[in-house]
């Protein structure tokens, strides 16, 4: 049986492994290096664009619960992640580059796999097909995409800068994670309150980049550009990436009123992203603002911030849970252009698409996983009516139910839903594997 995967990121890598290995003959359809987007360069698959870093590894994390469900499942992702990864305290945070050479060449050497460089410009009605092209997909696909789903939905996606390591001036900025976690693996900047007043103005009234369709601009909550967050009010960022709780200052021992983190980028260590600073400033305008930073004073940028348009599909009208089409069910949507947001989420559809496309080939029930489970909330979020209007979702312990017991303490309450969710998990695939 043959199955078409078209879109080679995240989801598409994750889809294609998952049906190679249930035993399919997979076709991955990747446009580039014939054409890239906006935001790609690389003509390796499964490119990170926005940030290095995948969220938090720790179970009384979602983030992390997420990650522990997709290597129960065969993630390559995390494979590969793991072998890539770079310093990020409690998070993992890979080396974009190897990451993606990673995967590429698990790809390739598939030998189930056959990597098509080639854009696709129509989906095919007959077979099986998951589409996993992206939220920045355009043109005619997207026209296609707009003619089986009705009209998609769009938000606006930005990018932290990131600068050089020995740019920073170190005398001003200490080592440290918040609260301890994973040692010296972020470089912390801090400020004062008068350091911090003089920054925030000046983001307030720095110039942004003009969008194409700004009329129709939304943003998403879960990844806001900066200069936005400082619009909402003067502590916002102190409370968002900027906040200094957990922090202690070794020149002083003080907690900083202000603390920008920097995260490290590459294996080398010789490049850091700006973690929190995704924005629509002119990129003379990040200059200026950015290096008010007393740390980043001399800042050497190796790229700078940028914004690009996401689309996504008002999938709870037009998706079942097991992220199939509900009028077209052998064609197969997975990765952000479902609604999932974020670099796991959007492999973990993949993963779940790839499997239930292989399945429906095979003419067994597809699989819907339990809403105990973190995959399986998301998978239900996605495809059940809402009230309003749809907006992409992160993995959150709000979308699982509730414990039967009450407990007050955060963390062992997430460690509880941690468990109790890969608890349903196993016992779900024992069932199915009977």
């Known amino acids: 049986?043959?199955?078409?995967?078209?879109?080679?990121?995240?989801?598409?890598?994750?889809?294609?492994?998952?049906?190679?290995?249930?035993?399919?003959?997979?076709?991955?359809?990747?446009?580039?290096?014939?054409?890239f987007s906006p935001a790609h360069r690389l003509e390796s698959l499964c490119e990170l664009v926005c940030s290095n870093s995948l969220k938090a590894d720790r179970l009384d994390s979602a983030s992390g619960l997420l990650k522990e469900e997709m290597r129960l499942l065969g993630s390559i992702t995390l494979q590969c992640a793991a072998a890539s990864a770079v310093p990020a305290g409690g998070a993992l945070a890979v080396d974009r580059n190897?990451?993606?050479a990673l995967v590429t060449e698990k790809i390739e050497g598939h030998p189930r796999i056959t990597l098509v460089r080639e854009e696709m410009t129509k989906i095919p009605r007959d077979g099986f097909v998951v589409v996993c092209t992206g939220p920045l997909t355009d043109g005619s696909l997207a026209e296609d995409i707009k003619t089986l789903t009705g009209d998609s939905l769009s938000f606006y996606d930005a990018a932290a800068p990131i600068v050089y390591r020995d740019s920073i001036d170190m005398s001003r900025a200490f080592l440290g994670a918040r609260y301890g976690r994973g040692g010296d693996d972020y470089i912390n900047c801090p400020m004062n309150q008068e350091e911090y007043t003089a920054f925030y103005e000046a983001l307030l009234s720095a110039e942004c980049a003009v969008l194409h369709e700004a009329d129709h601009k939304t943003v998403f909550e879960g990844c806001m550009p900066v200069e936005v967050m400082a619009s909402r009010g003067m502590d916002t960022l102190r409370f968002g990436p900027l906040r200094p709780v957990g922090l202690t200052n070794p020149a002083d021992?003080?907690?900083?009123?202000?603390?920008?983190?920097?995260?490290?980028?590459?294996?080398?260590?010789?490049?850091?992203?700006?973690?929190?600073?995704?924005?629509n400033l002119k990129w003379g305008e990040q200059k200026r603002v950015f290096s008010m930073i007393p740390a980043l004073h001399d800042a050497v940028f190796a790229r700078y911030?940028?914004?690009?348009?996401?689309?996504?599909?008002?999938?709870?009208?037009?998706?079942?849970?097991?992220?199939?089409?509900?009028?077209?069910?052998?064609?197969?949507?997975a990765g952000q252009i479902t609604g999932v947001e974020g670099y796991m989420e959007s492999a973990a559809a993949g993963i779940?698409?790839?499997?239930?496309?292989?399945?429906?080939a095979c003419g067994q029930e597809t699989l819907v996983l339990p809403r105990e489970s973190?995959?399986?909330?998301?998978?239900?979020?996605i495809s059940e009516d809402t009230k309003g209007v749809f907006q992409p979702m992160n993995a959150n312990f709000g979308l699982l139910p509730p414990l039967n017991e009450r407990i007050r303490d955060k963390r062992t309450r997430y460690e509880t839903l941690s468990l109790r969710s890969l608890s349903h998990l196993k016992d779900f695939f024992a069932l199915f594997t009977k």
Do not use: W
């Open 253 to 279: 021992n003080s907690r900083p009123y202000a603390a920008v983190q920097l995260r490290q980028d590459n294996k080398a260590g010789t490049l850091f992203n700006l973690v929190g600073f995704q924005t």
């Open 352 to 360: 779940m698409a790839g499997m239930n496309a292989f399945r429906r």
């Open 374 to 381: 973190m995959l399986g909330a998301l998978s239900h979020y």
């Open 98 to 100: 190897v990451f993606a």
């Open 305 to 333: 911030g940028v914004m690009h348009r996401n689309s996504f599909i008002d999938s709870p009208k037009v998706l079942s849970p097991d992220f199939s089409l509900r009028a077209y069910p052998n064609i197969f949507f």
């Open 1 to 35: 049986m043959q199955i078409h995967v078209i879109g080679g990121g995240l989801a598409g890598c994750e889809a294609a492994f998952q049906a190679a290995n249930y035993g399919a003959d997979v076709i991955l359809h990747e446009m580039k290096p014939i054409r």
